[in-house]
């Protein structure tokens, strides 16, 4: 059972990742707008084209 | 950069600007996708972002290669009306609240299930063995685990128990914190020991389950708000000040203040309560006052913000800067109705915070009990009591229930502007009715006209209707509907408020106000004393030719709203200050037995209390004006339209939509409402019943009693919610 010296510690590192994660998609409105994202799919008109990026950045 | 435009507009980190607005008019996801995809193809756009549900949209430019002034015309052309948000700041914290209480939950429910692991494996180590130091292990790791969770995400709790108890008042984070409180200390101590039980999975679940309660009801309870948000965005964001010494600039509207000259363009919204300056003004008064019909307005007076424009531009001196306008009272009166507690929900926290003492006493007596019977599981037991027994389902069935009710009817146009209404809504059995505007269509239609000259009727109406087709006041489409004939008109003029001048066939005809004809046929029409401002005069340097009176027929709704009224089992009056001959009209064509034409305020008065003491309860819908105290006699008050009159008026709500169906709505969402708490409570009781001597007997184990309790509110929650969003 000695493993569980290795794998607990592991299991609370998953878990510091997964809170992070989450804490991390809050913080940039994933869970602000839960409606159109959802129809994005039907959207037939092709997806604005990511503009050049400008040099100034 | 102002400091008012600053909420909207600001500098982003890459050299790029970005702007938030709400797009007013979009309500589909095509819209959505529109602005989308044209906004973003304007060269120097490189980021828009549209929420579909806030309507809010956000666009990050190049300064270098576009202004704002070319995406905000952009999204005009599509359609929209790009308005700034109001209250940036408010909505902003209102965020950062929100997701704060993510975090919370996120935190806690993944945590929860973590530590619900390591509970298994001492549970099944507690019946078949286990080694002492993996024991341990997982107790110091759920340990560990537990204090972000207690103190992080259970921090509401605690900090909520803090000031209940600094009040010296026994609220639902009582009891709360104490079981949390305990069941941490309890595992601590037997961590510390290395044996026996830990409780700090309980702990955890019971943050996550209450979190989300909270959370659940803040939304819901959010809905309204934004409601009253929604009202707020109809004024312009920016205003044209004229300046002293000539010309003029644009200000955004928080920046006006009292005294500043304002122009209000043909069709815009007057931005804040102001005196016109000079010449006639023609406003359309409808969102603040309820009145369908435009109305003229002279030299100093006064026009409400909020009203439009419908004629020609105009200057207006302000009275005071925006956040005293109209509007702004209206949304002050939806918020306070949403930070107020109704009476119900007041009687159900007492019922609560006794709940609570009892249920301490409760736990001290079943400690003592199991301290005689077993010692060992007194402490179990008694956690058990303290969880389960949450007061919460109790504290709540109210409160969510009528936030949701409150939810579904700003959805439908009615706002409720005192928290008390809904219940007295819901108990209502008559409805008096004040506005005649509520039944009729308020699209004008040719009445009877009378023909002064010797002309034939066909050519005076056609002369009428060429004249009117240039002239954009409502009253000029019941002309342009009643005859199709035209004949050229030439020099035609319009004098806002007063009528239109043209020449025809070289003869110079005017139409409008008798006082603006009579200016050109001459003093004293055919019959008539006093000036006639019901009708529309037609006339010529010849004389009169015809008056026109315009009526307003019937809405095709109002017969099926008053039959709804009527299924509910609500008796209808009509109780109007209109014309008898009118009111009995209406009255007939919509099965109402009960009319009252000619009634002044007193008689209205007069007419509620004695239907009242014929023991009725009485709705009154008015339109908010000089009927204060007959809206505040009435059982409950509605009011039509809404507006600077209704802020000083005892309105209970009001009714945006000025239809006669939407009474009929805010009756069956009060009862729903009603019905619901009912429900809620007994449910919350039964359930109490239920646990409380379960968990006594200590039959209940801490984790269950925390999932039992935060599942009984969480019922309650969802059936609220699923109130608000079901269909009328």
Same mark, same amino acid.
């Given at each position: 059972?000695?493993?569980?010296?290795?794998?607990?510690?592991?299991?609370?590192?998953?878990?510091?990742?997964?809170?992070?994660?989450?804490?991390?998609?809050?913080?940039?409105?994933?869970?602000?707008?839960?409606?159109?994202?959802?129809?994005?799919?039907?959207?037939?008109?092709?997806?604005?084209?990511?503009?050049?990026?400008?040099? =100034?950045? | 950069?102002?400091?008012?435009?600053?909420?909207?507009?600001?500098?982003?980190?890459?050299?790029?600007?970005?702007?938030?607005?709400?797009?007013?008019?979009?309500?589909?996801?095509?819209?959505?996708?529109?602005?989308?995809?044209?906004?973003?193809?304007?060269?120097?756009?490189?980021?828009?972002?549209?929420?579909?549900?806030?309507?809010?949209?956000?666009?990050?430019?190049?300064?270098?290669?576009?202004?704002?002034?070319?995406?905000?015309?952009?999204?005009?052309?599509?359609?929209?009306?790009?308005?700034?948000?109001?209250?940036?700041?408010?909505?902003?914290?209102?965020?950062?609240?929100?997701?704060?209480?993510?975090?919370?939950?996120?935190?806690?429910?993944?945590?929860?299930?973590?530590?619900?692991?390591? +509970?298994?494996? %001492?549970?099944?180590?507690?019946?078949?063995?286990?080694?002492?130091?993996?024991?341990?292990?997982?107790?110091?790791?759920?340990?560990?685990?537990?204090?972000?969770?207690?103190?992080?995400?259970?921090?509401?709790?605690?900090?909520?128990?803090?000031?209940?108890?600094?009040?010296?008042?026994?609220?639902?984070?009582?009891?709360?914190?104490?079981?949390?409180?305990?069941?941490?200390?309890?595992?601590?101590?037997?961590?510390?020991?290395?044996?026996?039980?830990?409780?700090?999975?309980?702990?955890?679940?019971?943050?996550?389950?209450?979190?989300?309660?909270?959370?659940?009801?803040?939304?819901?309870?959010?809905?309204?708000?934004?409601?009253?948000?929604?009202?707020?965005?109809?004024? !312009?964001?920016?205003?044209?000040?004229?300046?002293?010494?000539?010309?003029?600039?644009?200000?955004?509207? &928080?920046?006006?203040?009292?005294?500043?000259?304002?122009?209000?363009?043909?069709?815009?919204?007057?931005?804040?309560?102001?005196?016109?300056?000079?010449?006639?003004?023609?406003?359309?008064?409808?969102?603040?006052?309820?009145?369908? *019909?435009?109305?003229?307005?002279?030299?100093?007076?006064?026009? !409400?913000?909020?009203?439009?424009?419908?004629?020609?531009?105009?200057?207006?001196?302000?009275?005071?800067?925006?956040?005293?306008?109209?509007?702004?009272?209206?949304?002050? %009166?939806?918020?306070?109705?949403?930070?107020?507690?109704?009476?119900?929900?007041?009687?159900?926290?007492?019922?609560?915070?006794?709940?609570?003492?009892? #249920?301490?006493?409760?736990?001290?007596?079943?400690?003592?009990?199991?301290?005689?019977?077993?010692?060992?599981?007194?402490?179990?037991?008694?956690?058990?009591?303290?969880?389960?027994?949450?007061?919460?389902?109790?504290?709540?069935?109210?409160?969510?229930? *009528?936030?949701?009710?409150?939810?579904?009817?700003?959805?439908?146009?009615?706002?409720?502007?005192?928290?008390?209404?809904?219940?007295?809504?819901?108990?209502?059995?008559?409805?008096?009715?004040?506005?005649?505007?509520?039944?009729?269509?308020?699209?004008?239609?040719?009445?009877?006209?009378?023909?002064?000259?010797?002309?034939? !009727? &066909?050519?005076?109406?056609?002369?009428?209707?060429?004249?009117?087709?240039?002239?954009?006041? !409502?009253?000029?489409?019941?002309?342009?509907?009643?005859?199709?004939?035209?004949?050229?008109?030439?020099?035609?003029?319009?004098?806002?408020?007063?009528?239109?001048?043209?020449?025809?066939?070289? +003869?110079?005809?005017?139409?409008?106000?008798?006082?603006?004809?009579?200016?050109?046929?001459?003093?004293?029409?055919?019959?008539?004393?006093?000036?006639?401002?019901?009708?529309?005069? %037609?006339?010529?340097?010849?004389?009169?030719?015809?008056?026109?009176?315009?009526?307003?027929?019937?809405?095709?709704?109002?017969?099926?709203?008053?039959?709804?009224?009527?299924?509910?089992?609500?008796?209808?009056?009509?109780?109007?200050?209109?014309?008898?001959?009118?009111?009995?009209?209406?009255?007939?064509?919509?099965?109402?037995?009960?009319?009252?034409?000619?009634?002044?305020?007193?008689?209205?008065?007069? %007419?509620?209390?004695?239907?009242?003491?014929?023991?009725?309860?009485?709705?009154?819908?008015?339109?908010? #004006?000089?009927?204060?105290?007959?809206?505040?006699?009435?059982?409950? =008050?509605?009011?039509?339209? =809404?507006?600077?009159?209704?802020?000083?008026?005892?309105?209970?709500?009001?009714?945006?939509?000025?239809?006669?169906?939407?009474?009929?709505?805010?009756?069956?969402?009060?009862?729903?409402?009603?019905?619901?708490?009912?429900?809620?409570?007994?449910?919350?009781?039964?359930?109490?019943?239920?646990?409380?001597?379960?968990?006594?007997?200590?039959?209940?184990?801490?984790?269950?009693?925390?999932?039992?309790?935060?599942?009984?509110?969480?019922?309650?929650?969802?059936?609220?919610?699923?109130?608000?969003?079901?269909?009328?």
């Amino acid at each position: 059972m000695s493993i569980s010296l290795l794998l607990i510690p592991l299991a609370l590192v998953l878990l510091a990742a997964a809170v992070g994660a989450f804490f991390w998609a809050v913080d940039n409105d994933q869970f602000e707008d839960l409606d159109t994202v959802g129809t994005a799919a039907l959207d037939l008109d092709p997806p604005v084209a990511e503009p050049p990026q400008a040099d =100034s950045d | 950069m102002n400091q008012a435009a600053a909420h909207l507009h600001w500098q982003s980190g890459a050299g790029l600007e970005q702007s938030e607005f709400f797009a007013e008019g979009m309500h589909c996801a095509n819209c959505a996708r529109s602005i989308r995809t044209r906004v973003g193809a304007l060269p120097g756009v490189q980021k828009v972002d549209v929420n579909l549900t806030t309507t809010r949209v956000s666009v990050a430019w190049d300064p270098l290669v576009q202004r704002l002034g070319a995406v905000l015309e952009e999204i005009q052309r599509l359609g929209f009306k790009p308005v700034p948000l109001s209250g940036a700041a408010a909505e902003a914290a209102r965020r950062s609240e929100r997701r704060g209480m993510q975090k919370r939950i996120g935190l806690a429910g993944l945590v929860a299930m973590q530590m619900s692991m390591y +509970t298994v494996g %001492l549970y099944a180590g507690a019946l078949s063995g286990i080694d002492p130091w993996i024991a341990q292990l997982l107790r110091v790791t759920s340990m560990l685990l537990a204090v972000p969770v207690l103190f992080y995400s259970g921090s509401p709790f605690l900090r909520g128990a803090w000031h209940d108890l600094r009040r010296r008042s026994l609220g639902m984070d009582v009891p709360v914190a104490a079981a949390l409180l305990l069941a941490f200390a309890a595992s601590v101590i037997n961590t510390w020991r290395g044996q026996g039980q830990v409780y700090f999975d309980s702990v955890a679940m019971f943050v996550f389950f209450l979190l989300l309660g909270r959370y659940v009801e803040m939304n819901v309870r959010r809905g309204s708000l934004d409601a009253g948000e929604a009202l707020a965005r109809s004024l !312009p964001a920016r205003v044209t000040r004229l300046l002293a010494h000539g010309g003029n600039e644009k200000v955004a509207l &928080e920046q006006v203040q009292a005294g500043d000259r304002l122009l209000v363009a043909r069709g815009a919204v007057v931005p804040v309560d102001g005196v016109l300056a000079e010449g006639f003004a023609l406003v359309d008064e409808s969102l603040i006052t309820g009145e369908s *019909l435009p109305v003229t307005r002279g030299a100093g007076a006064t026009l !409400p913000g909020g009203a439009i424009n419908l004629g020609a531009p105009c200057t207006l001196v302000a009275r005071h800067g925006a956040r005293e306008s109209t509007l702004a009272n209206m949304v002050a %009166l939806i918020e306070r109705s949403q930070s107020e507690r109704p009476p119900q929900a007041l009687a159900a926290d007492r019922a609560a915070s006794h709940f609570v003492l009892w #249920i301490v006493i409760l736990a001290a007596v079943v400690t003592c009990a199991w301290l005689i019977v077993d010692p060992a599981r007194a402490f179990e037991a008694t956690l058990a009591v303290l969880v389960v027994t949450c007061p919460c389902a109790l504290s709540l069935a109210t409160p969510v229930a *009528l936030a949701a009710a409150t939810t579904r009817l700003a959805r439908q146009g009615v706002l409720i502007t005192r928290a008390s209404a809904l219940e007295r809504l819901a108990a209502i059995d008559t409805v008096v009715l004040d506005k005649t505007g509520t039944l009729t269509e308020q699209r004008m239609q040719l009445g009877a006209a009378e023909y002064l000259g010797n002309a034939a !009727p &066909e050519q005076l109406l056609a002369i009428a209707a060429s004249l009117e087709q240039h002239s954009t006041h !409502p009253l000029a489409t019941a002309f342009t509907c009643a005859s199709s004939a035209r004949v050229p008109v030439e020099r035609v003029s319009e004098l806002s408020g007063q009528g239109l001048e043209g020449e025809i066939a070289g +003869t110079r005809w005017r139409i409008g106000r008798q006082d603006y004809v009579a200016q050109l046929a001459g003093a004293g029409p055919p019959g008539a004393a006093a000036p006639d401002d019901e009708r529309v005069w %037609l006339g010529s340097g010849a004389g009169y030719a015809a008056a026109f009176e315009i009526i307003d027929s019937l809405r095709p709704e109002a017969a099926a709203g008053a039959q709804r009224l009527r299924l509910l089992g609500l008796d209808l009056i009509i109780a109007s200050g209109d014309r008898q001959a009118t009111v009995q009209g209406i009255a007939r064509a919509l099965g109402i037995a009960e009319a009252h034409g000619r009634l002044d305020p007193q008689a209205k008065l007069a %007419l509620i209390r004695t239907v009242q003491q014929r023991g009725h309860k009485v709705l009154m819908v008015g339109d908010g #004006i000089n009927d204060g105290p007959v809206l505040a006699a009435a059982d409950v =008050s509605g009011a039509m339209g =809404s507006g600077a009159a209704i802020a000083h008026a005892a309105a209970d709500m009001l009714l945006m939509n000025e239809s006669l169906g939407t009474v009929g709505t805010a009756v069956e969402v009060a009862r729903g409402a009603a019905r619901l708490v009912a429900a809620n409570l007994r449910w919350a009781l039964i359930y109490n019943l239920c646990a409380v001597p379960l968990a006594a007997l200590g039959l209940v184990p801490p984790w269950l009693a925390a999932v039992g309790m935060s599942a009984s509110s969480l019922y309650v929650v969802w059936r609220a919610h699923r109130f608000a969003r079901s269909p009328v």
